[in-house]
């Protein structure tokens, strides 16, 4: 046999093999449907997860977007990628997502937002407790609001 074809014979065996396991691996597509028995022992984490920014969305549409995504950028995972795209570059670059944290109360709702006359946003949401830039965490009075307003400026 010369080194050629004994160098080949492996990898056509390997070849060979990685088809059956794929062959192997097909959902069907013919026959009955089958119960079967699944049990989860443990559910796994379930987590937020933030849009880019529309082109063309609204002001009230970018707000929202923008919250949704600092909530998801609070995972481990994230690291705020998505909300600050929502940011200009410098904005995004002073940014300090971890600076304060509003914590909402169950079931609130989501904030309210608001388009001004001015051309800012007004976010207005119950809040429950803060986290600051220490970590340190404090409730507020029960019925406490916070009112934020957001300046938007129009960038590429």
């Known amino acids: 046999m010369s080194s050629s074809r004994r160098r080949a014979a492996p990898v056509l065996v390997g070849l060979a093999l990685l088809l059956a396991l794929v062959g192997c691996s097909a959902i069907p597509t013919s026959g009955p449907v089958q119960k079967g028995d699944v049990v989860v022992a443990e559910p796994g984490r379930a987590f937020l997860q933030g849009n880019d920014p529309e082109p ?19 995972s481990v995972t994230d690291q705020f990628t998505v909300a600050k795209k929502f940011l200009t ?22 904030p309210k937002i608001e388009k001004r006359p001015d051309g800012t946003v007004l976010v207005t949401v119950p809040v429950k407790a803060k986290i600051d830039a220490a970590f340190r965490y404090t409730e507020v009075k029960p019925g406490a609001r916070e009112e934020i307003v957001f300046q938007l400026t129009r960038d590429a």
């Open 56 to 74: 063309d969305d609204t002001p009230e549409g970018i707000i929202s977007g923008f919250l949704r995504a600092g909530a998801a950028g609070l």
């Open 89 to 110: 570059l410098s904005a995004a670059a002073d940014w300090d997502p971890r600076a304060q944290v509003l914590i909402y109360p169950e079931r609130s709702g989501d």
